[in-house]
């Protein structure tokens, strides 16, 4: 890479999905960094619209520097944009916020000789056979579904339900519950030609993730979130909340599963970034890994946090990415963000009763998450946004994956006790109408 050179702008690379890329770029901004943006190419309706609004005064993508799309398994192609950048560009930090550009990432800052999540971290946890390859002392019994109708019946046993994962993939995208023997040899034949899949034995106990920023290898920031999700209801798991600080479990507990997300770091030779780790606690109060990612969570959780903690934090992560210092203030105030289910037919609108004074925030016509506005620690429970995720009359069909949801509310509370009767309220209160 090119020596330092005061003609050349200091800049920050940012590999991102562009609706949820505002706090970063306002947090890259406030550093005095111009923002070089590296996205997939614009596949549906929400992302062609944020495209549309890259460089337009006063919209938060004013602040997009340059933008290039790229398809994240063209690594050739990205690292030879990221060549070009730094020869005109003094690029200062690198940063995934986005799952699929996590290995392209890694070897960014690799090349650029700044910190990122590693190599190993990048390579392992884009990929659920070497998460259990790697982290096979957490990890429940797994096998390759390419591996032999036989093998795959010796080495799961009578161990159902079983689940079914793609290798690769993300918001649960190909996860489904294969509860015995027939079901799993029927699944068996409908892989055995297609991309690769992991089978693996069902874990049951409370989900939760942990969520931790890392600096040059040593974890400076971590916290607990309380998971749901629809499986009870169907052969599926799509989250369908999260809560932070987690409510249903002992200090004992949470503690429990912040050593386990600080070993599988270490074991990943995880450097700089952030990491999101899903867990179960067993009922023996043992921790399993369902999985773990090299990049901040989805969803609407990192809105969470900032509502929880009182701080931005994309602007932390930010931070360690740019080797300076992290001190993240831990919650101290109960957020939630919930997903509302739907019956199937084409999107009318959304319906809010009650005294709820926020009207729905319709994504796709602005294209971006909108930022919010955290409160003190003592006051009263109130809906901070309600935000629509499809554009009217899209069609909505059973819940099978992250995708398919459609309406969010994101709220707090000072203490877990009005965050549950505020919970209850606000469900009470959406409606999600379809024709």
């Known amino acids: 890479m090119p020596p330092f050179s005061a003609a050349r702008p200091p800049a920050f690379l940012l590999f991102t999905d562009l609706p949820k890329a505002g706090p970063y770029l306002a947090a890259i901004a406030r550093r005095g960094l111009r923002s070089l943006v590296v996205t997939g190419p614009p596949q549906w309706p929400l992302e062609h619209v944020a495209v549309s609004y890259v460089g337009r005064p006063g919209h938060p993508f004013e602040a997009v520097e340059r933008l290039d799309f790229r398809a994240p398994e063209d690594l050739s192609a990205i690292l030879a944009q ?125 989900e939760f993730s942990v969520e931790s920023i890392i600096a040059g290898g040593r974890v400076v920031f971590s916290s607990v979130t309380q998971k749901s999700t629809n499986e009870d209801e169907s052969d599926f798991f799509v989250e369908m909340g999260h809560t932070v600080p987690a409510c249903n ?80 203030p831990q919650p101290r105030r109960w957020a939630r963000q919930i997903y509302f289910d739907h019956d199937p037919g084409k999107l009318a609108g959304v319906a809010v009763a009650g005294s709820a004074e926020v009207e729905p925030f319709w994504v796709v016509d602005h294209g971006l998450w909108p930022e919010v506005e955290p409160v003190a620690p003592g006051a009263p429970p109130a809906l901070r946004k309600l935000l629509v995720l499809k554009a009217p009359g899209a069609e909505l069909g059973p819940l099978t994956d992250s995708f398919g949801r459609v309406v969010t509310a994101l709220f707090d509370a000072p203490d877990p006790e009005q965050l549950e009767r505020f919970d209850a309220a606000t469900r009470e209160a959406v409606r999600v109408l379809v024709n």
């Open 249 to 328: 479990l002992s200090p004992a507990e949470a503690e429990r599963l912040r050593q386990a997300q600080a070993a599988i770091l270490a074991r990943l030779d995880f450097g700089t970034g952030m990491a999101h780790g899903e867990y179960r606690i067993l009922p023996d109060g043992g921790v399993a890994l369902m999985e773990i990612a090299a990049r901040p969570p989805g969803d609407g959780l990192m809105h969470v946090y900032h509502l929880a903690t009182g701080a931005s934090i994309e602007a932390s992560v930010i931070d360690a990415a740019l080797g300076l210092p992290v001190e993240h």
């Open 82 to 206: 990221v060549a070009r950048w730094a020869s005109e560009y003094d690029i200062q930090g690198v940063f995934a916020s986005s799952e699929t550009f996590v290995e392209p990432a890694g070897q960014s800052a690799d090349l650029l000789g700044l910190p990122g999540v590693g190599l190993r971290a990048a390579r392992v946890c884009r990929n659920k056979q070497l998460q259990r390859l790697y982290l096979d002392e957490w990890s429940p019994v797994s096998v390759l579904a390419s591996s032999g109708r036989e093998a795959v019946l010796t080495a799961l046993g009578e161990r159902y339900p079983v689940i079914s994962k793609p290798l690769d993939l993300y918001c649960s995208i190909g996860v489904r519950v294969l509860r015995d023997r027939e079901a799993l040899e029927a699944h068996l034949d409908e892989v055995v030609s297609g991309p690769p899949v992991l089978l693996e034995q069902r874990v049951s106990g409370r």
